[in-house]
């Protein structure tokens, strides 16, 4: 349940659903609930960029 907007909120939904996934080597399902006020916040998505040099 998350209360308050949060910039890292995608990103930490997929730390836990990642550790869970690496502990039990089981699907995940990720779930949460917005109980802030704001409408127009609704994170969809986390996209992880890696960086070639």
Same mark, same amino acid.
């Given at each position: @349940?998350?209360?308050? &907007? =949060?910039?890292?909120?995608?990103? +930490? @939904?997929?730390? %836990?659903? %990642? !550790? $869970?996934?690496? !502990?039990? !080597? +089981?699907?995940?399902? /990720? $779930?949460?609930? $917005?109980?802030? &006020? +704001?409408?127009?916040? !609704?994170? /969809?998505?986390?996209? $992880? =960029?890696?960086?070639? /040099?």
């Amino acid at each position: @349940m998350q209360g308050q &907007e =949060e910039g890292d909120f995608a990103q +930490r @939904m997929f730390v %836990y659903a %990642y !550790r $869970l996934f690496d !502990r039990y !080597r +089981r699907p995940v399902v /990720s $779930l949460a609930i $917005l109980g802030d &006020e +704001r409408a127009t916040w !609704r994170p /969809s998505q986390f996209t $992880l =960029e890696s960086k070639v /040099s």
